[in-house]
C-alpha cells in the first residue's frame, strides 16, 4: 500500500475512525469535509478529543495537524469543504475513492464521479446493527444498486449513538485494503452484523438500464471510437440484432442501450443495433469466423 493513494470524503464517525487507523498504510490520504467540530461529535468521534472549542476548528484542519504531527509514513493533505462535482479533479488524483458521507446526494455525486473516471471507490455505511460495504471498480456501480429505491435508502451514520467498535474499524480496515490490492473485485457487497460479526456477501450484477453507467460508457465508447476504427475491422449487417439474446450467450457481455460489448480471447468487440460489428485486434479471418458463429441462427445475413 505504500504507493497508493486514498481520498477519505466524509470525516464524521466513520470516516474519523478510518483516518484514526490508516496511518503509515497509504502514502498519501485526502481528507474532504466542510464540517466544523462541535462538542456533540466527540461521543460518536473521539477522534477530535482534544479539539480547543475557543474558536471554530473544521474537522479536516484538526485531522490533518494530528495526523501529520505523528509523522507515520503516510501524508495528510485536507479539503475544508463538502465534495461537489467541482471536485471531480481533485478525486482524479487518488488511488481509490472511501465514501464516508452520510447522505445519498452526495453519494450520487461521487458515484458519478467514479464511473466517470473510472476510480474505483468503496462506499461505506454504518448503523447500529450493521454496516454496509459495496466496492466499484469498473463494475455495477452505486446508482446500479440504489437506481430504484434511491429516495428510500435508510443513511446509517445519523442513527450511530456511540463511536465504530474496534472489530468493525479492522473490519473496514481490512477489506480496504484488501480492495486497494485488487484483492476484492468491484462489484462485491458486505454486510457485516455488529453483533455476531457474521459477514454476508455477494456480487451486484450492472442495471442495463442505469442512467449514469450507460451515459459513461457510451462516452467512453465515443471517445475510443476514432481510436477503434482506425485498427478496427468493421462489418456492417444493416439489419437489427437480437443483443439481449447474443449478450446472453456471450460471456462477460455488457448491454449498453443500443451497444453490445465484450471481449473474447482479449480481443474485444463492439456490436451495434443496426448490426455494425467494430472489432478490434482481431484479423479479418478471426472476424469473419466470430461473425459467422453470432449470426448463425440469421442465415439471411449479407456482408
Ligand atoms: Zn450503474
Do not use: W
Request: aromatic share 12%.
Amino acid at each position: 500500500m505504500e504507493n497508493k493513494s486514498i481520498l477519505v470524503i466524509g470525516a464524521g464517525a466513520v470516516g474519523s475512525a478510518f483516518l484514526e487507523s490508516s496511518q503509515g498504510i497509504f502514502k498519501k490520504v485526502g481528507i474532504f469535509d466542510g464540517d466544523i467540530i462541535s462538542k456533540s461529535n466527540l461521543i460518536t468521534q473521539p477522534f477530535y478529543k482534544g479539539c480547543d472549542f475557543s474558536s471554530p476548528v473544521s474537522k479536516v484542519a484538526f485531522a490533518v495537524n494530528k495526523l501529520n504531527s505523528l509523522n507515520s509514513g503516510t501524508e495528510y493533505e485536507g479539503y475544508e469543504r463538502y465534495f461537489t462535482e467541482k471536485d471531480f479533479e481533485t478525486m482524479k488524483e487518488y488511488d481509490i475513492i472511501a465514501d464516508f458521507t452520510d447522505n445519498v446526494n452526495s453519494r450520487k455525486i461521487i458515484n458519478n464521479g467514479c464511473v466517470k473516471y473510472r476510480k474505483a471507490a468503496v462506499f461505506v455505511s454504518l448503523n447500529e446493527k450493521e454496516a454496509f460495504l459495496f466496492f466499484y471498480r469498473e463494475s455495477a456501480c452505486f446508482n446500479c444498486l440504489f437506481r430504484n429505491s434511491i429516495g428510500h435508502v435508510k443513511e446509517g451514520c445519523e442513527s450511530i449513538v456511540s463511536a465504530p467498535k474496534n472489530e468493525f474499524v479492522s473490519f473496514l480496515k481490512e477489506n480496504i485494503i484488501e480492495f486497494a490490492s485488487s484483492k476484492i473485485d468491484g462489484g462485491r457487497i458486505m454486510l457485516f452484523n455488529l453483533s455476531n460479526k457474521r459477514v454476508l456477501s455477494s456480487m451486484l450484477k450492472k442495471d442495463m438500464e442505469c442512467e449514469v453507467c450507460v451515459k459513461h460508457a457510451m462516452k467512453n465508447f465515443e471517445d475510443g471510437f476514432l481510436q477503434v476504427c482506425s485498427s478496427g475491422i468493421k462489418f456492417s449487417y444493416g439489419k437489427k440484432l437480437n443483443l439481449k439474446e447474443l449478450s446472453s450467450r456471450l460471456s462477460g457481455g455488457i448491454l449498453y442501450g443500443e451497444y453490445l460489448i465484450f471481449n473474447q480471447n482479449n480481443k474485444s468487440m463492439l456490436v451495434s443495433l443496426d448490426g455494425d460489428f467494430l472489432f478490434t485486434g482481431y484479423s479479418r479471418e478471426e472476424a469473419g469466423r466470430l461473425i459467422t458463429a453470432l449470426v448463425s441462427q440469421n442465415p439471411k445475413h449479407k456482408e
